[in-house]
T-cell receptor, first 119, second 113 residues
Framework: GAVVSQHPSRVICKSGTSVKIECRSL??????MFWYRQFPKQSLMLMAT?????????EQGVEKDKFLINHASLTLSTLTVTSAHPEDSSFYIC???????????????FGSGTRLTVV | GDSVTQMEGPVTLSEEAFLTINCTYT??????LFWYVQYPGEGLQLLLK?????DKGSNKGFEATYRKETTSFHLEKGSVQVSDSAVYFC????????????FGRGTQLTVWP
């Protein structure tokens, strides 16, 4: 089945530095990538939606300059947390929407998540 | 707008007990409905789905029936196992071209031997 490889799985960084999280779709084309943030014991909060080759659409309250999303190809999307602070510590998950036969179906494939800790 | 309301947990059961996790939804169109499972420290895995009214999704002993009249998609399993311990999320796709999923809050299930 479809697989999304998300790296790194865990990262610890110092306050003020930037961290890049990658999501790669294996064996399929991800026309749309969703980036979520999950706080402990809470649901997934959609941060932004990106389509290949175009700018990401951010949800209300999400700082686009802080959470940079790039979706340069149909198999790779990246989330960069810039100038990270301890409050950015969280679990980040990507989800790729698969396109089949020219008509988008409901094939969502999730990455395994990245645990970010900012110290 | 579209939304999902899921029963709050945590839910604690003994092995072989019957499980129900309630999920109701609000949608303007004809949504597709999903249950996802998240094991500790991992991403989400699709457990089952239903794309139209009266459909029943099933997988690994779990079942959920898409009930349009009650706008519900309750998750059930007749006999849970310790390995079922995880967080379960109900979700809907409203059918728009935007394609985003709307998630419930998640329900933590713990099964004791």
């Amino acid at each position: 089945g479809a697989v999304v490889s998300q790296h790194p799985s865990r990262v610890i960084c110092k306050s003020g530095t930037s961290v890049k999280i990658e999501c790669r779709s294996l064996d399929f084309q991800a026309t749309t990538m969703f980036w979520y943030r999950q706080f402990p014991k809470q649901s997934l909060m959609l941060m932004a939606t990106s389509n290949e080759g175009s700018k990401a659409t951010y949800e209300q309250g999400v700082e686009k300059d802080k959470f940079l999303i790039n979706h340069a190809s149909l198999t790779l999307s990246t989330l960069t947390v810039t100038s990270a602070h301890p409050e950015d510590s969280s679990f980040y998950i990507c989800s790729a929407k698969e396109r089949q036969g020219g008509r988008t179906n409901y094939g969502y494939t999730f990455g395994s998540g990245t645990r970010l800790t900012v110290v | 707008g579209d939304s999902v309301t899921q029963m709050e947990g945590p839910v604690t059961l003994s092995e072989e007990a019957f499980l129900t996790i309630n999920c109701t939804y609000t949608a303007t169109g004809y949504p597709s409905l999903f249950w996802y499972v998240q094991y500790p420290g991992e991403g989400l895995q699709l457990l089952l789905k239903a794309t139209k009214a009266d459909d029943k999704g099933s997988n690994k002993g779990f079942e959920a029936t898409y009930r349009k009249e009650t706008t519900s998609f309750h998750l059930e399993k007749g006999s849970v196992q310790v390995s079922d311990s995880a967080v379960y999320f109900c979700a809907l796709h409203g059918g728009s071209t935007l394609g985003r999923l709307y998630f419930g809050r998640g329900t933590q299930l713990t099964v004791w031997p």
